[in-house]
Nanobody, 124 residues
């Protein structure tokens, strides 16, 4: 079992930056694939970024590529999402998700554990 708690969301002006954190509890964090997803009002939950257990592979949605960096610290059981050059269309609830294993996933329905989310609002 993995429990995830996101933090770091808030209100920021367009062009600004935020760093989201996701603290995990449970013994399997260091062997879990971690992902960030987001859901805007009236839209489906979508993949933002993912990172394998050993940080060897990362991937990003085209909509955020070049503006977002995912990283993890297995010693702290925490995964981060650094976002820069934020746009109003980045406004959404951002969720951290986990799945134990060595593979890479971008589909929300492939993830086993979810946090409750943190709201990011980007004003124009």
């Amino acid at each position: 079992q993995v429990q995830l708690v996101e933090s770091g969301g808030g209100l920021v002006q367009a062009g600004g930056s935020l760093r989201l954190s996701c603290a995990a509890s449970g013994r399997t964090f260091s062997t879990s694939y971690m992902g960030w997803f987001r859901q805007a009002p009236g839209k489906e939950r979508e993949f933002v970024a993912g990172i394998t257990w050993n940080s060897e592979r990362t991937a990003y949605a085209d909509s955020v590529k070049g503006r977002v960096t995912i990283s993890r610290d297995n010693a702290k059981s925490t995964v981060y999402l650094q976002m820069v050059s934020l746009k109003p269309e980045d406004t959404a609830v951002y969720f951290c998700a986990a799945r134990n294993g060595l593979y890479f996933y971008t589909a929300a329905n492939a993830m086993a554990y979810w946090g409750k989310g943190t709201l990011v609002t980007v004003s124009s």
